[in-house]
Every structure is written in structure tokens, then in C-alpha cells.
């Protein structure tokens, strides 16, 4: 993987793994509803200027509403608000934990969508250490939970399991943000009325607020555009991996500001998290590389190459 591509792959491991405690905080006092709105409609209103300031938004959006409204669909408006729910009822490290089956869906759902990706044996040892990783941390938080908030968890994890290889495959075309743009508009328009019947009577707290602020300005505008920028970098299937960095990150926040135990096993499972996360990213022998599948003409910075799938 390239320098770019570990930059982009670090940043998506931390702002993708500080949600888990964020979403804990906000729906300490609000619905799921109002949380999913607030999240969407401060992305969108960050990112649509941006967006329309690109030419041709009305245009793109025309020509690409139906895959577009199948990204928005399994990415944000179902899985945030059934990881938002289960959050509830679930400890944020417990979240974040079940979220890291996120890559062996990935690749169930690649393979049997006919992706082009090759994953060789160095790829799935660590996407198998990583899994073993998880499993390590999950175990102990298993009985946190009841079986909804379990299945709702589930439900999150093929979501983004396979929204990536909607973007790769029907969107690779698209500019980024505006993809991500009329997708939180959409969204937010979805749920402005079950938060508006959801109004909390008084005004939140000061930390359930700034919550809310970084739910939608770091973890979904600036999140949004670097995981897009990762998946055109390194695929689809390799960009789910960073599910095995973000549980770290929302252990390690649950440890600092809600005083979760950080234990031997915890950092020996974190090993194992970044160990399968380097080998599940690594790439495979020259012959068996492909371009990913993300526009007619790919540039390979690793030789300066211009390759043509």
C-alpha cells in the first residue's frame, strides 16, 4: 500500500472509532432519530456548498440517483440508525468491537458480487489474526447486550460490508463529494420528521452537544471524503479493514473518558488488530496485482506506471 493510501487508512482507523463513544454520549439524552438527523444534516450543510461549487451537481445527480440512493440507503440511513439504537442498550467498545466483522463480510459479499480484488494468502492469514483479535475483545463484552441490539449491530455490519462495492463498481465515476453530499442531504431529510417528534423538552448538555458536533463534522463530512479517497485508492475490500483499527480506537477512548479497563488481554488483542491489519492490506505477489476497478485510467505511484484494466 502507499504512503497515501496508510495515511488515509490511519485517519479512517481513528475518526472511525471515536463514533462508538460519541454516539453513547448524544443518546444518553436524545433519540436515535434526532442523533442520525444532527449527524447528517451538519455534514450535509459542510459539504453541499463544496459540492455545488463543482459544476454539474444537479447533472451528476440525475445521471446517478439509483446507485446513489443504494449507497445512501445501506451506508447511512439504515445502519446509522441501527447502530445508533443498539447504542442504547450496548457499551461503545462493545460496538465498535462487532463492527470489526465489517472485512469478513467484505469479502464474502466481493466474492460473491464477482469483484475483481485478489486476496491472496497473506491477506486472508490476516484478516483471519485480525478476526481472532477481535474475538479476544469481544468475548468479554458479549453480555453486555441483548439479542436486538446484537442483531442491529449485525445488521450495521453488512451495510458497510457492502456499500463500498456499490461506490467501487456503480460510482467510480462520481466525484466524491458530490456523492457524499446529496446522500447526508438525503438522509437528513429522512429523519427530519422522526426527529422533530423526538425534540428532547430541554436543552442537551454541553457535552451531548459537542458530541453531536463531531459526529458531523469530523466522524461523517471529513471521514466521509478521506474514505472515499481510501477506497479508490485500495479497493473496496482492503478499505474495510480499517473495521480492525477502529474497535482499538473505541476501546481505547471507552478506557480514557468512561474508565473501561484496559487489561493485558486488551493490548494483546490489539497486537493482533494491527497485525491483521497490515498483512489483510498487504499487496500480493506482481502477478497476481490488479488495478482496482475505480476508473478507466489508474496511476500506479508505486512505479509511475499508467495502467488500463
Known sequence: MTARGWFLFSLMGVVWGIPYLLIKVAVEDLSPAMVVFTRCALGALLLLPFAIRQGGFVRTVRAHWAPMLAFACIEIIGPWFT?????????????????????????????????????????????????????????????????????????????????????ARRLKDVPTLQLIAPCLT??????????????????????????????????????????????????????????????????????IFLDEPLTAGVLAAFALILAGSVLATAAGPRRDRRPVTWSTRQTSRADGRVESP
Open 83 to 167: 447502530l445508533t439504537d443498539a447504542e442504547r442498550h450496548l457499551s461503545s467498545s462493545t460496538a465498535g468491537l462487532l463492527i470489526a466483522g465489517v472485512p469478513i463480510v467484505g469479502v464474502l459479499a466481493a466474492r460473491f458480487l464477482g469483484e475483481g480484488e485478489m486476496l491472496g494468502a497473506r491477506r486472508m492469514t490476516g484478516l483471519a489474526v485480525g478476526l481472532a483479535g477481535v474475538g479476544v475483545l469481544t468475548v468479554p463484552h458479549l453480555t453486555g447486550g441483548d439479542a436486538r441490539s446484537l442483531a442491529e449491530v449485525l445488521l450495521t455490519v453488512v451495510g458497510y460490508a457492502t456499500a463500498p462495492l456499490i461506490a
Open 186 to 255: 438525503l438522509s437528513a431529510l429522512v429523519y427530519a420528521t422522526p426527529a422533530a417528534l423526538t425534540w428532547p423538552d430541554a436543552m442537551p448538555s454541553a457535552s451531548v452537544l459537542s458530541a453531536l458536533a463531531a459526529l458531523g463534522t469530523i466522524c461523517t463530512a471529513i471521514a466521509f471524503i478521506a474514505f472515499l479517497e481510501l477506497i479508490k485508492e485500495i479497493g473496496p475490500t482492503r478499505s474495510t479493514v480499517i473495521t480492525y483499527v477502529n474497535p482499538a480506537v473505541a476501546v481505547a477512548a471507552g478506557a
